[in-house]
């Protein structure tokens, strides 16, 4: 069995990608992601071509993507007719061109939106892992193993995820994943000084829980991998929802301190506070191995990320800004790194920083579900997160300058 070079042959030769896709919508991940290496995008101002050629689509769901619940008018077989790449009826014919075997270099997978079942646990259950396999699968059949990229979280379910990883270590096959928002704008305090210890961390945002809860714990995993000895694993997470939640900003479980200051970072107006106090909540409690506690507070209302984190020797707050469609230039930065990994090889980040954040999401979810049916508090302990990493984020392309204009409000 071979893994593929993607820089063998012609050196100028762009690597070659096959989009494996649940629905393409405007305005989906689909269409942000795979739009702008189908057709370019601004970064900085500038007008940039992607360094890598989609060859090849499998798109799950079309016409309707959400079955007339939601109705979504489907864009992606018309945009694949207009740069002309053909659309196959499965991940194994995309990969292989319509023939057996692996004839590009680097698989996209984007297992995001679409009408698929959620769970007792309000987990919708995308099946990124399942077209994972598939695009795994074809490459065991064929001995040649390319980079994958998966969009967001690894999977629902934190076996999943562990099963993902260790079949792509065991077929040496590069696997990234993750979300534009630990990329996007910064302003404020742009980061955690690599190496200094930190006590406690506060995310703000919006949700619902499961959908942008994965964005908001890895925003705050990209600030609090940066403490003293790296990451250290997580034993232990509550999720809290509706009143439950709203009593822990009040009862002392939450930095009262920090939440006001991450909260502060985003310059809300009379009327946003009102919005707030009135819309709906989750809050997440991560207790990790050595001791830091970090919270997430997602109001439905808020449309704005902060963050706010301290230690023994300082304490920091960051606004960080994503901007609404049609632009959503931060996903430029997100492209950046995936052409940067299918050109390389290597990820921007650790596959262990999403699976961290995967294994606690689906915690928080299952916790949220107890503590409400209960009508207490029920932490979910993780023996299974008892593992670390630390991250030289050197490589990753981060936006940087003035943020864009936020005009979420």
Known sequence: MTTADPHAGQAAAKPRVAVILTTYFRGSH?????????????????????????????LELLGDPYGGDDPRDDIGVEMFEQFGIPMFDSVAEAIGLGEPGVAVDAVLVIGEHGGYEENMYDQRLYPRKRLVDAAISTMWGAGTFVPVFTDKQLAWRTRDAFRMVEDCRRFGVPLMAGSSIPLAWRSGDQTWP???????????????????????????????????GGETGVEQVLGLTGDQARAALTDGRIDRELYERALATVDLEPEGQARIAESGIDVFEVIHRDGLRSWIVIHEGLYRFGVAARGPNLSTATRVWAQRGPEFGHFSYLVRNIEQFFSTGKPGWPTERVLLVTGVLDAAMRSRHASRGQGVPVPVVTPELDFGYQHDDSAVIHAHGLPVIDDSE
Request: proline fraction near 3%.
């Open 30 to 58: 689909s269409d942000v992601v795979v739009g702008r290496l189908l057709d370019g995008y601004l970064l900085e101002g500038e007008n940039r071509q992607p360094d890598v050629e989609v060859v090849s689509a499998y």
């Open 194 to 228: 690599a190496g200094e210890p930190m006590d406690a961390a506060v995310v703000v945002g919006f949700g619902g829980a499961d959908i942008y809860g994965t964005h908001l714990l890895e925003l705050c995993q990209s600030f609090t991998e940066r403490r003293a």
